[in-house]
């Protein structure tokens, strides 16, 4: 029996062309309307010269930020999704999966400013993921990450594990996806015992709707 984890990063491979479309295609309103203004403004607001996107799927953020003179690199563990950030003019994107980074078997550059993670952490031990990440940063450097809100998505079960994402709605095949839900507090630990500092908390909100669209961590390297 696969872990979640290797069904979870498998579902990435089989969904990989699905997901391109989707993003390019500006489908998902919450993204069109909230969350991808949101962790730009983050990042920006942070005003910082070299930026690692952590899970960078097809490379919006990258060229994104890009178009801003950032000098953004990026890294996911889907090859279709790499060769399609590369395809659409991002250079530095990399092949590694999560564990990769923490063994350190790819090396993916160091001394980042920040480093963001933009709907991308989906998995259960992301503590040692980040510690990796914390070392990857410049002293006083940032971690931004974008989450799903954990009281918009409870359903009433507000405790970790892992839940079952269908896409249902989405356009295409969809391969079901396994997600790690966290509380917020367990959010913060994992920060805590990461070596980061939480410095800022944004509950990214549309007017029109009664829950925030996302749950944004601004945190510095301790
Ligand atoms: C919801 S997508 C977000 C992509 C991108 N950050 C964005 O904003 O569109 C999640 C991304 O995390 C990556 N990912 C998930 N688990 C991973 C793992 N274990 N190792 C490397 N990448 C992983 C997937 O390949 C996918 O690109």
Known sequence: MPSPEATLLQSW??????????????????????????????????????VLDLGCGEGWLLRTLADRGIDATGVDGDTTLVEAARAAGSAKVQVASYEELV???????????????????????????????????????ALIIQTLHPWAVAAGDYQDGWRE??????????????????????????LDIAGFRLIGLQEPQHPQSAVPQSLLMIAESR
């Open 103 to 141: 063994d350190a078997k790819v090396n993916v550059g160091r001394d980042f400013e920040l480093i963001c993670a933009n709907f991308s952490l989906l998995h259960q031990d992301i503590i040692a993921l980040l510690t990796a990440m914390n070392a990857l940063l410049v002293p006083g450097g």
């Open 165 to 190: 994402e269908s896409f249902a709605g989405f356009k295409g095949q969809w391969q079901p996806m396994p997600w790690y839900f966290r509380t917020l507090s367990s959010w913060l630990n994992a």
């Open 13 to 50: 491979h089989i969904n990989a062309d699905a997901w391109i479309e989707v993003i390019r295609s500006g489908a998902i309103e919450s993204r069109r309307q909230v969350t991808d203004q949101a962790i730009l403004l983050a990042i920006m607001g942070r005003q910082p010269e070299r």
